[in-house]
């Protein structure tokens, strides 16, 4: 089944139009009329999000309104594949078996997903249970989920040092999910495997030819001076790739929640770990900077659970093209919106570092 991942996405909906949608789907559910209390709504660069209240039940609906400047596939919900994947390789258990990859079964599991543009996700521990996904654009004109509301703080919310001790243990785990080769999406997986280190070469030079004429002169040319055939290949793994204190809710107990799998990615274990570095803790002035004790914290446990040493050469290599990708992201919504006032940060969004700040980071690396 071919799947057309550049599909452009329909006009987001009104709120209105949303949540109507949603109250059959909730009756059918969970039973009674599908009336519900709505307890907040929150925006994010591609998504919106509602928290409700319905027989006894805390639920979220997460609606994909915004791709315009969304990098991965658009036209379906990743969580649910990641959530698939996952137990398909550990039978629901928390650990997956580094033993039990086998890319022709997680494609398999790809596709029968693909046939399914509607129904229940699979209930696998460590990530939050989705009651319902659609992303067949029958009932509204975007994807969308209705998942049980995580309860929790944002990581970033709690710098100590026994959460980010945990959110290192955490990623380990995740990271124990292995696949046998690189793929340039998940509809690839099983398929279309990308040999190294064209997997990594490929993604580097396209990011840097979308900015080079927005970098200065000296700069870009460094950069494409880099030479990535020497880099030593990792072991491909499900990788998160947002793995940062806003996507980690912790619980009341010290456990740790991975939310928002939008970009999940099939890639090596290092690109996890840059956005962690550079985004480590909201500092005093209310933005987002690097804490070298709870960064090595969350590293020091994440390695510990880990049984393949990091490897510096390609850690500085993901981190070439982390900052790149943000560089662009930043410079192409300011260019959009226009550059961000200088001021005290007023939403969640105002504590990511401006373009400027990737580009100094790549001058410096």
């Not at 039940?57 to 919900?77: D, P």
């Not at 990859?101 to 543009?117: I, N, Y």
């Not at 703080?153 to 243990?169: F, I, K, M």
Request: proline fraction near 6%; include cysteine.
């Amino acid at each position: 089944m071919r799947f057309r991942q550049e599909t452009e996405m329909p006009t987001a909906p009104s709120d209105a139009m949303l949540l109507s949608a949603v109250r059959p789907v909730l009756a059918n559910r969970f039973g009674g009329d599908g009336r519900f209390d709505l307890c907040g709504t929150r925006s994010g660069n591609f998504n919106r999000i509602y928290c409700l209240q319905y027989r006894g039940r805390r639920l979220g609906v997460r609606a994909m309104v915004g791709a315009s400047h969304f990098r991965y596939e658009k036209t379906i919900i990743k969580e649910v594949f990641a959530a698939a994947l996952l137990s398909d390789a550990d039978g629901a258990g928390s650990h997956p078996v580094p033993a039990a990859s086998d890319d022709g079964r997680f494609a398999r599991t790809v596709e029968g997903l693909l046939a399914r543009p509607r129904g229940e996700g699979a209930d696998r521990s460590g990530l939050r249970k989705i009651h319902h996904y659609d992303w067949s654009l029958t009932d509204l004109p975007v994807p969308y989920f209705i998942f049980d509301w995580t309860e929790g703080v944002c990581l970033w919310e709690t710098p100590d040092q026994s959460a980010y001790r945990a959110a290192g243990r955490c990623l380990a785990g995740l990271h124990r999910f292995r696949f046998q080769g690189f793929y340039p999406d998940i509809f690839a997986i099983g398929r279309r495997q990308r040999p190294w280190p064209r997997h990594l070469d490929d993604a580097y030079r396209a990011v840097l030819a979308q900015v080079a004429g927005d970098l200065p002169t000296d700069v870009a040319a460094r950069l494409e001076r880099v030479d990535l055939s020497r880099v030593p290949p990792g072991r491909p793994c499900l990788v998160h790739n947002d793995f940062s204190g806003a996507n980690l809710l912790v619980d009341s107990d010290g456990g740790v929640q991975v939310i928002d799998w939008d970009n999940w990615v099939v890639d090596c274990p290092e690109l996890d770990l840059v956005k962690m570095k550079y985004w480590t803790v909201v500092g005093s002035d209310r933005r987002l900077t690097h804490d070298a004790r709870l960064f090595e914290t969350f590293l020091d446990a994440y390695q510990a659970e880990t049984d393949e040493p990091l490897d510096r050469e390609r850690l500085v290599a993901y981190e070439r093209l982390w900052l790149l990708r943000c560089f662009a992201f930043e410079t192409a919504r300011e260019r959009q919106d226009g550059p961000r006032a200088s001021r005290q940060p007023e939403s969640w969004q105002d504590v990511y570092p401006k373009a400027r700040f990737y580009r100094d980071s790549l001058r410096d690396l």
